[in-house]
Each structure stands twice: as structure tokens, then as C-alpha cells.
């Protein structure tokens, strides 16, 4: 580097580099503070310091020049706690401080802008009387390939926990539980191993239409009851999607099953770095359409067949499909479930998360993908 | 106050029409529709986006988003309204279970099945409100609005809403109170719980599983510790929690929409966590929530909070505000603070916090939800 940095750390010397490659002067990562499954936490990635107000900003130049702007002002310090960048300004008047930043850093011209989708108004066209806004995503979507040590240690500390709600998940689904009671046995479990997010949803029934919140009905002798099960930690998530049924397995039930996990395993077969992402739900829809319901591998009688987990990216894509263009990558963390709606079962759940390696998918879970049954 | 929001509701989803039947939503309507004729508005659009900000589509609709995403309510001046979504239209059956309106819409972006609909049904142009819009839409999408409705007057009309959310209906308040039982019952099986070893996480689960039991659609946990960390509230860790520790816990709890909060200050002790019983805390707050007054501007019952405070030589930490309005968002109008110069009025849900420090326990707060009476407030948690 020519610049003295402000710090070091191996992310801003990165992100430098990408700004003078892209030609930018300078970058303002911005999160609304909401969390979503399917939506990339890019300053959680960056920062390492999850947000909770409503605007919260990391802004920094070419020089290395960098600053953490956070709403409340009172999470200022929990912020300096869990962030590399040293300089931490907690904000009531968010805007003002924003723009004062821009300013204190000199940054004109094409400024580059993560998080863009997350503004609103205000913060919007505040900005853009003082800069040139790009949208630039992309800078952190290249950062977060490179995966460590540490990112990946958070991958099979959810992983346990996804196993630990699973377990809690069979355990727990008996004949008089109301659904939402069988969550909270669930939450319990995945909240105390560690979990900091949690998002589950099932439905209860002899013919399931789709996964839902949980409602106020009481579990039934003879109900499939299916889950998906998708603790996070520190913004990384895994989901385990799984059915049991309460009392005696229909052997149709056994039947149409059997047809998921053939599906699962043979699009698990598929993946290894440089696959095509769509050879995934090529081979699964392949088996179910075999099977002779290839008129339900579309919406409604399913919605998706994979997609990306990983706190700052969720590569290859939100919606894994055969017309997908992108290959997977090493280290990919990768949710593959050929949920279904079956005219003869109703809506089944039967998946798992898997990492993506040079040589094959890396199962990451201990509990068996099947058909469970419960007395 | 704010807090670490969930990447989903994951509690109880229900419609209990007993609690809140559809004439509440008629009365409503009825009343949204008076001021819509009043301010010469043809059509409405109620929006909101995430978890704690869908109190303008919910008040009609009763519906609210679990997802981070953003959701409205179109309404006519006359005609059937509609509740368009972001999500996937196999959703809608499980939507039609809580909400009374016919017509419901589902899509990518609110903002573009919004113009998609309005088009289709010929309503614009025309002379449009806008609730919630520039304040929580995203920019993109309003700008996609603005431009598609060029030929339509627009207007951001948030007070006409605000007036009308700010004071409760019985239902409303008993909604709010019963979210205030959850939070107590979630305390109280707190202190009596018995851990192996005094934990974040564990603690947190227990807060956690009896809230969902009791029916909780949503719930946040704060926790500080005074006497380290500097005292801010923080989401639960993983980490033990010393003997003789202080924690103060900040809970809110949404049930069937409608918000509760708590703060309660605890101890470390013998395997649990032991409520602090601080009279002169208690008597100090019991004198600030008397000062709450239908008929008082909320800036002046600041005014006087802060002159009781100094009386009493005691020292006021406002870092969290003293409080606000509370229902179909934890927070909500008015803010007890001393811009807000809006009068409080008798069936006010409001949120009072105060803090205060202690030599021996770092600091203490208390907090509670009340319900503002003519005679005065009364605590609901």
C-alpha cells in the first residue's frame, strides 16, 4: 500500500484495492438494520458488528480513512466491542453525521454504495447532494469468496445447533402439542446452544399445503408434521427441513418420501466447486419428474429448491433453478431441499445444508435426512 | 427502544376474532374514511416495512408482515380495500386467515403491485395519501411510485393515522395488557428457575420458551450489566453471569399485533436471578408516572419529570428516552420528550423508563407499560 492505513485489518486493505480497481473514491456501506434470510447482511459481514437501529453506515476513502456510524448512539460501544475499525461514532442525528463523515473524508465524485436498496428517502437524497452514488454490491459479493477459518468455524457451530432444533423438533411434535408451543420447545433448545436468530416454520396435518408460522392447532394422532428448522449465529444460518409422522406411516407416505431423498441425493451428487448451480435442481426435479409429477416442480406445489447461505453473500443466488448461470464455489454454504407438494401426501419437507468442497458436498448435519415417525 | 430484530416472527399466528372482531376494523374504517373525505383524498395507501414498523397497514388490516419486507393497504374512498404484500402469492391462504380484507395481493416490490393494482382497477389518477411512505419505503420504491403516479396528486398525510393510533380503543388496551401478562409471567418463571449455572443464553432461552408458550408473536430481549461493559444494553450472549452480579433486563413482547415492554433489575444469586426489591427506586418511579396527566403535553410531563428529578438530588440517565407511545409498534406516537408537544390524552398506551445509578448495584432501572386513565396511569405490567 502507498497510503497510510487507519488500520490494518486484511478487509479494508482489500476493499481498497477493489475501490482503485473499480475506480472509485471512497465507499459508504449502509444496513437498515433488518435481517432477512435471503438478503445479504453486507455491513454485518464488513464491520463484523451487527446492527440494530435503523441507519447504520461504514464510510471510508481510498486512503484507508474509515469510520463506523451507528444509530442508536447508545450502541456505540457494543459496537467498538465487536468491530475491527477503530473509529466508532455512535449517532443520534444520523444524516448530519453521515454527511459530516463524507465531508471530514473529502470524498467526491463516484462514491460507491452497499446496501443502496436498504435507504430510505431521506438518507438517499441527502447523500446524493453531496456525491456521486454507485450502486456496489459487487465489492463486498468478491470480498466474502475468500472464506477463513473463522467463517467456517460459524458454519458447524450453526450446524450443531440446526441439530440441536431438529432433535428438539422430534422430540417435542406428540400427539396435543399446539404447533406454536412445539416451536417454543424448539426455540428454547436452539436459543441456550448458542443460537442469536432463529427462523422456523411448519404446519401440522394429514395433508399439508405449505410451511407456515405456527398456529394455535393441537398436533393430531396421524398428522405429518413438517419443519424447517434454520438457527443462525453471529448472521451465518443453516436449515434443516424435516417430517415426522405421529403415529403409523402410511406405506404411500414411505413411497412419495423415498422419491425426496433419491431427489436429494442425486442433486447432492452434482455439487463440487465449479458445478453449475443448476445441475442441482436439474437432478432433483429429474427424479421427482420421473416419478411422474413433473407438473408439481413448479409454484405452488413447492417454491424453492436451494439457495446461498453465508452472512455476507448469499451466492450462488436466493433461488437456486435450472436456469441458473453461475457456477458454485469452494466453500459455498448451500440449503438443498426438494420440499414438495404431493397430490397423494401434501407438502413434505426433506432437506439439509451442505458446504460446498473441491471434491463434493460436505454434509453438515448428524441428523439423518428421512422419514421419521413418532409413537 | 431499539432492538436486535429476528429474521422472522416466529411466534403464535392467529386472528382471534373474540379479542378483536371484525367490527373494529369497521369502526376504524369508518373513521380513516371521515378524515379522507375531509382532507379530499380519493385513495389511501397505508405502508409499512419490517418487524416493528406495520402498525399503518395492520390498523385496518390486521395483518403484519413476519418477513423484513414491506407491505400495504389500499384504500378507496369508496369500495372494497386491499392488502398487497411482499412474498409469494401461495402465501395468500395463510394471509386471508388474519385479516378481513377480500382482496389481496402478493409481489416482489409493494411499490410496483401497487401501480399494477391501482391501474387495473382505474383509481389513479387521482388524489393519493400516502401513510408510512417517506418514512419507511424504501427509496427505489418510492421513487418508482412518484414516477408511475405522475398524473396523481400525492400527499404524505402521516398525522392523519397518528392521531387516530395514539389513542386506544378498550380492545386495543386489553391487547396491550395481555401482552403486559406475558411479560410478567415470563419474569416470574425467570426468578424462579433454577440454573446449573447462570447464563445469557440460557437465560434468554427460559424468557424465550415462556413467551412463546403464553402466545407471543414476537419478542426482544435486551440485557445490560451495570456494574460492567458500561452499562448499555446489548442482545444476550453466550457468557456466565457472576454471583452477585447485577442485570437489568429490558422485554418486549407483540401479541396478536400489539406490543408490551418491561425493564427489571435482577441479581445474580444462589443458581438464579433474583428480582431487586429497591423501595426508594420504586417510590421515585410511582412519583415521576403520577406527573402523567390526560390534558398535559408530553414535552411538559418531561419538563417535570426532569425538576422532580433534581429535587430530589437524583441523577437521570436518558440515554434510552424516558418513554413512549406503545401498541401496534414498540414504539410509537408521542415521545416522551421534550420536542413533542402533544397533549397526552385519557386511553394513551404509554412506555415510562427510569434509571438510576447505585454504588452497590452499578445502576438500577425500572420500566413498565401504562395506560394513561382520567384519574391517572395505571401499570399493565
Not at chain 1, 487507519?6 to 486493505?13: A, T
Not at chain 2, 450489566?225 to 447485577?246: A, C, H, M, V, Y
Not at chain 2, 401479541?255 to 436471578?273: H, M, P
Request: aromatic share 6%; with cysteine.
Amino acid at each position: 500500500m502507498e497510503v497510510s492505513m487507519r488500520s490494518n485489518h486484511v478487509k479494508l486493505i482489500r476493499v481498497v484495492d477493489l475501490l482503485k480497481e473499480k475506480a472509485l473514491n471512497g465507499l459508504i456501506i449502509y444496513s437498515d438494520g433488518l435481517s432477512s434470510l435471503l438478503r445479504p447482511a453486507y455491513l454485518h459481514y464488513f464491520s463484523e458488528f451487527k446492527p440494530l437501529g435503523p441507519r447504520n453506515a461504514v464510510v471510508l476513502d481510498r486512503s484507508g480513512n474509515i469510520a463506523l456510524i451507528v444509530q442508536p448512539a447508545w450502541d456505540g460501544p457494543r459496537a467498538s466491542q465487536k468491530t475491527w475499525i477503530p473509529d466508532v461514532r455512535g449517532s443520534s442525528q444520523f444524516l448530519k453525521d453521515l454527511t459530516k463523515t463524507v465531508e471530514e473524508f473529502h470524498l467526491q465524485g463516484p462514491v460507491g454504495v452497499v446496501g443502496m436498496r436498504e435507504m430510505k428517502e431521506e438518507v438517499y437524497l441527502g447523500l446524493k447532494k453531496k456525491i456521486e452514488l454507485r450502486p456496489a454490491d459487487e465489492i463486498i459479493e468478491e470480498m466474502v469468496r475468500e472464506k477463513g477459518e473463522k467463517e467456517l468455524a460459524l458454519v458447524r457451530k450453526a450446524s450443531r445447533i440446526a441439530d440441536i432444533g431438529a432433535k428438539a423438533f422430534l422430540d417435542y411434535a406428540r400427539v396435543g402439542i399446539r404447533e406454536y408451543e412445539l416451536v417454543a420447545e424448539m426455540e428454547y433448545a436452539m436459543r441456550s446452544a448458542g443460537a442469536d436468530d432463529i427462523f422456523l416454520l411448519l404446519s401440522s396435518g394429514r395433508h399439508n399445503r405449505e410451511m407456515h408460522e405456527p398456529t394455535d392447532r393441537r398436533l393430531e394422532k396421524g398428522d405429518i408434521v413438517i419443519g424447517e428448522i434454520t438457527p443462525g449465529v453471529n448472521g451465518q444460518f443453516i436449515q434443516l427441513c424435516r417430517t415426522v409422522v405421529l403415529g403409523k406411516v402410511n406405506p404411500v407416505l414411505v413411497e412419495k418420501y423415498e422419491i425426496l431423498i433419491h431427489a436429494l441425493d442425486e442433486s447432492l451428487k452434482e455439487i463440487r466447486s465449479g458445478a453449475s448451480a443448476s445441475s442441482i435442481t436439474i437432478a432433483m426435479n429429474r427424479v421427482i419428474g420421473e416419478a411422474g409429477y413433473a407438473k408439481y416442480c413448479a409454484p405452488p406445489y413447492m417454491r424453492s429448491r436451494g439457495h446461498g447461505f453465508a452472512v455476507g453473500s448469499i451466492a450462488p443466488g436466493g433461488e437456486i433453478d435450472d436456469k441458473m448461470k453461475v457456477n458454485l464455489e469452494k466453500h459455498q454454504v448451500i440449503a438443498v431441499h426438494p420440499n414438495q407438494y404431493i397430490p397423494e401426501t401434501g407438502y413434505l419437507a426433506c432437506g439439509e445444508t451442505i458446504l460446498v468442497t473441491d471434491t463434493g458436498a460436505e454434509r453438515l448435519s448428524g441428523i439423518e435426512t428421512k422419514l421419521y415417525e413418532s409413537a | 427502544m431499539e432492538t436486535m430484530q429476528p429474521v422472522l416472527k416466529n411466534g403464535r399466528n392467529v386472528w382471534d376474532r373474540v379479542n378483536m372482531p371484525e367490527a373494529e376494523f369497521c369502526d376504524r374504517l369508518n373513521k380513516i374514511r371521515k378524515t379522507m373525505k375531509r382532507e379530499n383524498l380519493d385513495l389511501l395507501l397505508l405502508y409499512g416495512n419490517g418487524y416493528d414498523d406495520y402498525g399503518n397497514y395492520s390498523y385496518l388490516s390486521n395483518y403484519v408482515i413476519r418477513l423484513a419486507r414491506g407491505a400495504l393497504v389500499v384504500l378507496p374512498i369508496k369500495g372494497e380495500p386491499a392488502l398487497i404484500f411482499e412474498g409469494a402469492s401461495r402465501g395468500i391462504p395463510s394471509v386471508r386467515k388474519t385479516t378481513w380484507i377480500q382482496e389481496i395481493r402478493a409481489g416482489g416490490d409493494a411499490s410496483k403491485e401497487s401501480v399494477k393494482f391501482l391501474e387495473e382497477k382505474k383509481w389513479v389518477p387521482s388524489t393519493v395519501g400516502l401513510i408510512g411512505v417517506k418514512s419507511q419505503m424504501p427509496y427505489d420504491q418510492r421513487e418508482f411510485l412518484r414516477d408511475s403516479l405522475r398524473g396523481s396528486r400525492l400527499l404524505d398525510v402521516d398525522p392523519l393515522l397518528r392521531e387516530m393510533r395514539m389513542v386506544k380503543s378498550s380492545r386495543e388496551i386489553d391487547q396491550v395488557r395481555r401482552a403486559g401478562r406475558i411479560l410478567s409471567r415470563a419474569l416470574a418463571v425467570l426468578s424462579e428457575t433454577f440454573f446449573p449455572e447462570v447464563n445469557e443464553k440460557t437465560m434468554e432461552g427460559t424468557l424465550y420458551r415462556e413467551a412463546r408458550i403464553e402466545g407471543a408473536e414476537d419478542f426482544r430481549v435486551m440485557i445490560s450489566k451495570p456494574k460492567r461493559d458500561q452499562g448499555t444494553f446489548s442482545p444476550p450472549e453466550e457468557g456466565t453471569l457472576l454471583s452477585g452480579e447485577t442485570v437489568v433486563l429490558y422485554l418486549a413482547v407483540e401479541f396478536e399485533r400489539y406490543w408490551s415492554e418491561a425493564i427489571r433489575t435482577l441479581i445474580v444469586k444462589d443458581n438464579g436471578l433474583v428480582p431487586v426489591e429497591r423501595q426508594d427506586l420504586n417510590e421515585r418511579y410511582k412519583k415521576i408516572i403520577e406527573l402523567l396527566e390526560p390534558g398535559k403535553a408530553a414535552s411538559q410531563f418531561c419538563k417535570e419529570v426532569q425538576t422532580q428529578i433534581r429535587k430530589e438530588k437524583a441523577e437521570l440517565l436518558p440515554t434510552y428516552g424516558l418513554g413512549q407511545g406503545i401498541g401496534l409498534s414498540p414504539r410509537e406516537y408521542p415521545i416522551l420528550s421534550k420536542d413533542d408537544k402533544t397533549p397526552l390524552k385519557e386511553g394513551m398506551c404509554l412506555t415510562v423508563r427510569f434509571i438510576v445509578k447505585d454504588e452497590a448495584l452499578g445502576a438500577a432501572m425500572t420500566g413498565n407499560t401504562l395506560l394513561l386513565t382520567r384519574k391517572g396511569p395505571e401499570i399493565l405490567t
